[in-house]
């Protein structure tokens, strides 16, 4: 079992950053799939960003440019950087990590842009 606890979400004004973390209790270096969700109210959980064993990542469009997806196998930790916020980025955000048959969730972190 691998526990992942996501961090540095918060309040930020719209143009603003934020870099989200999700460390994980172990290590992540034999996972193939490293991703972040958004989950706005009264909506579905949905993919925001991918990165792959690789190094492959993909977007979902409405945040390509603005926000990336990284890795560190060395502190066991993925990241999303988020610049240039905008108020429709308001969500709770969740880090998933995937190998074989194993799934593993955070627990999600808020994340409000507002002015």
């Known amino acids: 079992q691998v526990q992942l606890v996501e961090s540095g979400g918060g309040l930020v004004q719209p143009g603003g950053s934020l870099r989200l973390s999700c460390a994980a209790s172990?290590?992540?270096?034999?996972?193939?799939?490293f991703s972040w969700y958004r989950q706005a109210p009264g909506k579905e959980r949905k993919l925001v960003a991918i990165i792959s064993r690789s190094n492959w990542t993909n977007y979902v469009d409405s945040v390509k440019g603005r926000f990336t997806i990284s890795r560190d196998n060395a502190k066991n930790t993925v990241y999303l950087q988020m610049n240039s916020l905008k108020t429709e980025d308001t969500a709770v955000y969740y880090c998933?990590?995937?190998?074989?048959?194993?799934?593993?969730w955070g627990q999600g972190t808020q994340v409000t842009v507002s002015s």
């Open positions: 998933n990590i995937r190998r074989s048959a194993e799934d593993y």
């Open positions: 172990g290590s992540i270096s034999s996972f193939n799939v």
